[in-house]
Structure formats: structure tokens, C-alpha cells
């Protein structure tokens, strides 16, 4: 069961390190939030028309779930994409991408804060190796900057999304028993809703891009990979290894990135980026190697 979590979760990392590239390819070919919108749009009507039988099934428990479905479609699903691809667009998709390994992090210190989750002193060191890689990413290797506070203001407005995506795995606890097509389908439904006022809101402040034909292949890539098959599989290695472990797993968020950043878009691998991806996976390994018999 372990292995098959570590594969789900593989894959899953793998379409969400796409994911930054596709907000970076989206600059001038449809709008942060008109993005948000269509990948939203795209993926209601797929996952609708695959588990009408499951929903009508589920119905029951889906309506006495509505408000834990509905705060995972919202703060999992539209804020978190949401301010990533508003993030791309003042910063680079590397640094989005090493910016997320702080999730693991946050999501170990809300754990251990809300429910005392154990943790061992192995898996601490890993947190903190993936956070000082995190770090140094949003500082471009300048350690000096964060003493100064001159971020980019791109890396800055990823702790909106870091966070989101952190309370959403936690949140993941309170999931109801439906089958996964349903557990996908509602929260999606969600984020369509929630993400028409966004949509609103930057057509009214002059800054929607309707999008042309690199627009909609980035649309559509985002609400296959990046939204269905990554959130089922992620859902499938929390319920089979826990949050604490699976959210570990978003440290190879970066790794995929940074590499189809430089193979898809050119940006430049710096020493910095290296070192970075190096401390997120020993990361995962240190606390991997250090879970406690319990997790």
C-alpha cells in the first residue's frame, strides 16, 4: 500500500510541477484568474460526466458534508491557484515551484499544534532542511534580502497559497466517506462558483486576458493534470500514508518544476536553485527515514 501512495503522490507532484510552468506559458495569453476559471470550468464538466451515478449515490452524506466539501474547493482548489498564478507573474516558476516546499512544514506544525500529532526528531531535521531551502530560493540566494525585506513581491504573495494548501491537506481529515469521482466532483463545483466573482473582479479592474490558443491548452493541461489526476491521487497518498507523510511528498513540487522550467520556458538553473532542491530531498528522505512508528 506504501509503495502505491509514493507512486500516486510521485505523479501527483509531477502535474503540479507542471502546474507553475503553465501560470509562467499563460503570461500574455489569458489572465490569472480567467485561467483559474476555465481550468475550473474544464474540469466540472469532465469529472460531472464520469460520476453522475456516484453522486446520486453519495447524495445523502454529500448534503450533510456540504460545508467540509465546500472548504476544500475554495481554499484547496481556487485560492491556492488562484494567487500562484498571480504569483508568476512577478516572479520566476522555479522560485514558485521551491517556494512550496514549505507546505510540508506548515502542514507538520499545524498537525502537531491542533491535533498533537507525533514527530520525530529525524523528521524536524527534514522540515528544517526543506525550509532553509525555501528560504534561500525566495531570498535568490541572499540571505541578506530577508533581513531587508526585499523579497519579490511575487515570492511574497506565495505565503497566501503556501498556507491554503496546507489547511486544505489538514482539512482532508474531515473528508466524508464518498467515492473519490464525488469527493473530486463537489469541492471542484465549489471552485467554479467561487472563482466567477474572481473572474468578475479582474474584468472589472481592466486586467482580464481572454484566451487564445496557448491560453486554452494551458486551461485544459491545468484541469486535467494539474486538477483531477494530481487531486485524486494526492487525496488517494494522504488517505493511505496520512497528511504529515504525504504532504512531505509536495518537496518534489520543486524538483519537476525546476526542471521543466528549464527545458520548457529557458529560465536559468542558478547555483541557489541546486542547493534547494538538493535540501528538499534529503528532506523527505531525513523525515521519511525518521516517521515515528505511528503516523
Not at 501527483?12 to 483559474?36: D, E, F, Q, R, Y
Amino acid at each position: 500500500m506504501h509503495r502505491q501512495a509514493y507512486l500516486f503522490l510521485v505523479i501527483a507532484t509531477l502535474c503540479w510541477g507542471g502546474n507553475a510552468v503553465a501560470g509562467k506559458l499563460a503570461i500574455g495569453h489569458i489572465s490569472p484568474m480567467m485561467l483559474t476559471f476555465w481550468r475550473w470550468f474544464f474540469a466540472v464538466v469532465i469529472i460531472f460526466a464520469i460520476s453522475l451515478k456516484d453522486l446520486r449515490r453519495d447524495w445523502p452524506v454529500i448534503r450533510a458534508n456540504i460545508p467540509v466539501l465546500g472548504f476544500l474547493g475554495i481554499v484547496g482548489y481556487v485560492v491556492f491557484n488562484a494567487v500562484l498564478y498571480t504569483a508568476v507573474t512577478y516572479t520566476s516558476a522555479i522560485n514558485v515551484t521551491v517556494e512550496q516546499t514549505l507546505i510540508p512544514v506548515l502542514i507538520f506544525i499545524l498537525n502537531f499544534a491542533l491535533f498533537r500529532t507525533k514527530v520525530s526528531w529525524l523528521q524536524i531535521v527534514g522540515f528544517s532542511l526543506t525550509a532553509i531551502g525555501s528560504l534561500l530560493t525566495a531570498a535568490h540566494g541572499d540571505f541578506a534580502t530577508l533581513v531587508t525585506l526585499t523579497v519579490n513581491f511575487g515570492d511574497a504573495i506565495m505565503i497566501i497559497a503556501i498556507a491554503a494548501y496546507a489547511l486544505y491537506t489538514i482539512a482532508l481529515r474531515w473528508r466524508p466517506p464518498i467515492s473519490w469521482k464525488s469527493l473530486m466532483a463537489v469541492p471542484a463545483l465549489f471552485a467554479l462558483v467561487f472563482s466567477i466573482p474572481l473572474a468578475g473582479w479582474e474584468y472589472s479592474s481592466g486586467g482580464m486576458i481572454w484566451p487564445d490558443m496557448t491560453g486554452w491548452m494551458v486551461a485544459l493541461y491545468t484541469a486535467v493534470f494539474a486538477s483531477l489526476v494530481a487531486q485524486v491521487l494526492y487525496i488517494r497518498g494522504v488517505t493511505d500514508i496520512g497528511a504529515n507523510r504525504a504532504g512531505l511528498f509536495i518537496n518534489l513540487v520543486p524538483v519537476f518544476g525546476t526542471l521543466l522550467s528549464v527545458m520548457l520556458l529557458g529560465e536559468q538553473l542558478q547555483l541557489f536553485h541546486v542547493i534547494a532542491l538538493v535540501l528538499a530531498l534529503g528532506g523527505i528522505a531525513i523525515a521519511e527515514r525518521g516517521k515515528p512508528a505511528l503516523t
